[in-house]
């Protein structure tokens, strides 16, 4: 017993100060990519090789409309490759309250040869993006309310139920990561639970297979309300590399109401604790840099 104290004490404290200090990534790491939308001079081989169509343009009346998913891109770095106007990061902290916010467009006068001129839009969140306002005022204020009393509940503590709905066991191995000492999801108040019963949060990776479909909109329903679900990674918010087809519904959020969406391939523990924060209310921000950016 000694002699574990007495390594205990040698080892000292492995917990990171994530959020108050900026997390600690490798520089290896393959995190977002980033397109140089300003120099990006042609998308053709970029969406040629990108597996999961997270890069995809559309040609018409002479000009170009690219697009890029986060949510759908797995990392794999193909693109990079094979454009120099992109380039893999290792930036992690990409949760968003909205899907759409994950999607970018820009819009390029297009050459006789195929490739693009310059750009006629800076990029910004694709045009489905932009969120309807409310017509009536009042209903924003309820829905306002609801959001600061949700914040208020769960500010506090959070208790957490995980449901593997098809995933390849990639984002599970990040997720039991944050139960560990270096990470200690813990400090925060933030437990994981086996029954929903039990739980405020759902947590849910895979692209939704239909063959655990049902057993997740049970588990939802088990739930006692005010719940909050998190989609993990790219097969959680769009599908990923399965899409929608015959096996997969295509994301969470063609299940149930999905709160916080946390892209990546898997996403690193710092990239679930920056999702679940923010689900919290603890990030309001997602840090995803704004259309002012051509570098996104
Ligand atoms: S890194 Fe993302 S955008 Fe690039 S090729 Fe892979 S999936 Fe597509």
């Known amino acids: 017993m000694f002699e574990i104290l007495r390594k205990s004490l040698k080892t000292g404290i492995v917990t990171e100060r994530y959020p108050q200090t900026p997390p600690q990534i490798s520089p290896l790491a393959r995190g977002r990519p980033e397109i140089d939308f300003g120099n990006w001079k042609d998308a053709r081989p970029a969406a040629a090789v990108c597996p999961t169509g997270a890069i995809a343009y559309s040609d018409q009346g ?14 794999c770095g193909l693109c990079a490759e094979a454009d120099p106007a992109i380039r893999v990061t290792n930036r992690c902290e990409l949760a968003a309250t909205r ?11 297009l050459l006789p040869d195929g490739s693009h001129e310059r750009l006629l839009s800076a990029p910004s969140p694709a045009p489905s ?8 005022p009042a209903v924003e204020n309820l829905g306002r309310k609801i959001r600061r009393r949700a914040t208020d509940i769960f500010g506090r503590s959070l208790h957490i139920r995980e449901v593997d709905a098809g995933s390849c066991n990639g984002c599970e191995i990040e ?3 944050l139960t560990g000492p270096v990470y200690d999801i813990e400090r925060f108040g933030i437990h994981f639970v086996a029954s929903p019963r039990h739980a ?3 947590l849910v990776t895979g692209p939704v297979t ?6 997740l909109r049970k588990t939802y329903d088990a739930m006692p309300a005010p719940r909050l679900v998190v989609a993990v990674g790219a097969c959680g918010c769009s599908g990923g590399i399965f899409g929608t ?9 063609q299940v149930l109401p999905v709160d916080v969406y946390i892209p990546g391939c898997p996403p690193n523990p710092h990239a679930l604790l920056h999702g679940i924060l923010l689900a919290m209310g603890r990030r309001r921000l997602s840090l995803i840099p704004q259309s002012d950016n051509l570098i996104i």
């Open 62 to 75: 002479g000009e170009r409309a690219t697009t890029f998913d986060l949510g759908k891109c797995i990392f």
């Open 99 to 109: 899907k759409t916010a994950l999607q970018f467009s820009a819009t390029y006068k």
């Open 129 to 136: 993006s932009r969120v309807p306002r409310s017509p009536d």
């Open 175 to 177: 997720i039991v990561g």
């Open 200 to 202: 405020d949060m759902l």
């Open 210 to 215: 239909r063959n655990m479909e049902l057993a």
């Open 245 to 253: 087809n015959y096996a997969t519904r295509g994301g969470v959020d």
